[in-house]
């Protein structure tokens, strides 16, 4: 599955952004969604996912409570709503898929998209 992410750019401390993910593929349809971060000199990490069906979502808990994953099937689409946002949170966020599980661990991601820059100045 092939993935194009958007939406990224610059917001103060507080406000909020959405990201948005396109899937295309034949197989689309079949995968779970989800996002990761990954910021200047650290490891990239989960922020969010997602079923196909929408019915099971998963949060970090450096997120949860701001952060809301959402899918649009008709559209192919997985967007991130970001509120409250940190400076923490600056980071790069990369949009990837799954044909196993919302749950699933970080090395069975195996589609991702290229990155969208999140930058939250204080």
């Known amino acids: 599955v092939q993935l194009q992410a958007s939406g990224g750019g610059l917001v103060q401390a507080g406000g909020s952004l959405r990201l948005s993910c396109a899937a295309s593929?034949?197989?689309?349809?079949?995968?779970?969604m989800g996002w990761f971060r990954q910021a200047l000199g650290k490891e990239r990490e989960f922020v969010a996912s997602?079923?196909?069906?929408?019915?099971?979502?998963q949060y970090s808990d450096s997120v949860k409570g701001r952060f809301t994953i959402s899918i649009d099937n008709a559209k192919n689409t997985v967007n991130l709503e970001m509120n409250s946002l940190k400076p923490e949170d600056t980071a790069v966020y990369y949009c990837?898929?799954?044909?196993?599980?919302?749950?699933?661990?970080?090395?069975?991601?195996?589609?991702w998209g290229r990155g969208t820059l999140v930058t939250v100045s204080s």
């Open positions: 990837a898929a799954n044909p196993y599980s919302d749950r699933a661990a970080r090395g069975w991601w195996n589609s």
């Open positions: 593929g034949r197989t689309a349809s079949n995968y779970a």
């Open positions: 997602i079923s196909w069906s929408g019915g099971s979502t």
